[in-house]
C-alpha cells in the first residue's frame, strides 16, 4: 500500500491500518510517522575549535526512562596535543566512568581515525563491563539517565584535537512493548 502526503502543513493525517513502515518515515514537509521503537544516535563533540585551553571539558547526552543503551562508540578524529595528557572518560551520575576509563586521547590508546566501542574497549572499559569481561551492567535503566563524557586536558593549551562519542540507544514507547504470555 502506497501512502502519499501532498501539500504543505502540519497536521493529523489518517494512517491506514495495514500500513507497514519500519523505523522512521521523514518527509520534508515536517511530518514524521513512527511506528516500533527506532534507534537513535546522539553525538558529543569535542573540538579545540570550542576551547583546548586545560581543564575539563563536558558534553553530556540524556537517555530517557525506559531506554535500552545500545552501544558508546569514541572515535578519535584528531589526536590531542596538549602539553602533558588528554583523558577520556564516558559514564553517568552512578558511575562517571562506568563505561570508558582514562582513554588517553595524545597517542596510545586511540589513534586518528580510530574507534573503540563496546565490542571492541581497548581495555579502557569502565566498571560497567561485568564479571570477567562477559556482560555489560546497566544498558536498561527504568529511570532516566545522562550519559556524560569528560575530557580532562592538562599543561599547555591544544592546539590540535578532535574527539566524537556516539551514543546509540532505543526508547521504546508503552505502545512499543509486547507482554510475552506462558503457556
Known sequence: MAFSFTGTGKGLFRIPDNLQVDGIAEFDNDVSLRYGAPVQVKRLKFSVANGGAAGTHTGSVPLPAGAILIDTIVHAVALWNSGTSATLKVGDAVDDDGIFTAVNLKATDLLAGESINFDRTGGKEGADLG?????????????????????????????????????VFSAPSTADVTTATFA
Open 131 to 167: 564479571g570477567t569481561a562477559t556482560h555489560w551492567n546497566r544498558r536498561y535503566l527504568s529511570t532516566a539517565r545522562t550519559i556524560t563524557g569528560v575530557i580532562t586536558l592538562v599543561g599547555t593549551t591544544a592546539t590540535t584535537g578532535e574527539t566524537y562519542i556516539d551514543v
